[in-house]
C-alpha cells in the first residue's frame, strides 16, 4: 500500500522498520505524547509487524511509514503515521503523527503525511471527520494540526499527568463538508 504526498509517501510497515520502531517506541522522551509506560521489544514489535493485516475495517487500526521524497532522502523513513479507533459507523478516525529525528521536523513531512491521510479517509474510507489529542504544550503539533484545517473542538482538563503535574489536553477535529 502506498500513499502519495507532495513531500512524501506513506507505505505500510515491514520487517526492516522495526529497528527504527524499537528506537521510536523506546525513546522515554517521546512516551509523553504516545502514551506508553514500559518498553517495547523488538520481538513484540517483529509480530505487530508480521500481524498487520492492514484491514482497516477488522482492526480499527494501520500504522504507516513516513518516507522522504526528497532527492537528497529519497527513501528514508523519517516517521510514522497512525490511524487508530477507526469507526465505520459512524465514519471517523484518530490520527498520530511523529516525524522522529529533530533535524526532520519542520520540514513539510507531517504536513504532507496529515493531508494524504485526510484525503484517503474520504476518498478512500468515506470518513466524514478526523480527530486529534494533543497536549497543550506541543506547539508544534497544535500549529500542525491547525494548519491542515482541523479546529478545536474542546479541551480536557488536567488530562494528561506529567514530570510538570497536569496539562490540558486539546482536541481537535477535521469535518469534511
Not at 509480530?47 to 482492526?59: C, G, K
Not at 532527492?71 to 459507523?89: L, S
Not at 516525524?99 to 526532520?104: I, Q, S, T
Not at 486529534?132 to 508544534?140: I, M
Request: aromatic share 12%.
Amino acid at each position: 500500500m502506498l500513499i502519495e504526498a507532495s513531500k512524501c509517501l506513506l507505505r505500510a510497515i515491514e520487517p526492516v522498520d522495526v529497528e527504527l520502531m524499537y528506537c521510536w517506541e523506546n525513546d522515554t522522551e517521546l512516551w509523553r505524547v504516545s502514551g506508553t509506560t514500559a518498553p517495547l521489544s523488538r520481538e513484540r514489535l517483529t509480530r505487530f509487524v508480521e500481524e498487520q493485516s492492514y484491514d482497516i475495517y477488522a482492526t480499527r487500526q494501520m500504522r504507516l511509514i513516513i518516507e522522504s521524497r526528497d532527492a537528497d532522502m529519497a527513501g528514508v523513513a523519517v516517521g510514522a503515521v497512525d490511524i487508530f479507533d477507526f469507526d465505520p459507523q459512524h465514519l471517523r478516525f484518530g490520527i498520530g503523527i511523529l516525524v522522529y529525528a529533530p533535524e526532520m521536523r519542520r520540514q513539510g513531512y507531517a504536513r504532507a503525511a496529515v493531508e494524504a491521510v485526510l484525503r484517503y479517509g474520504r476518498e478512500v474510507l468515506g470518513v466524514v471527520q478526523v480527530w486529534a489529542s494533543v497536549s497543550e504544550d506541543n506547539l508544534p503539533s497544535i500549529a500542525l494540526f491547525e494548519g491542515c484545517g482541523f479546529q478545536r473542538a474542546g479541551v480536557r482538563r488536567r488530562w494528561l499527568r506529567t514530570a510538570d503535574g497536569y496539562k490540558d489536553q486539546i482536541e481537535y477535529q477535521y469535518i469534511f463538508e
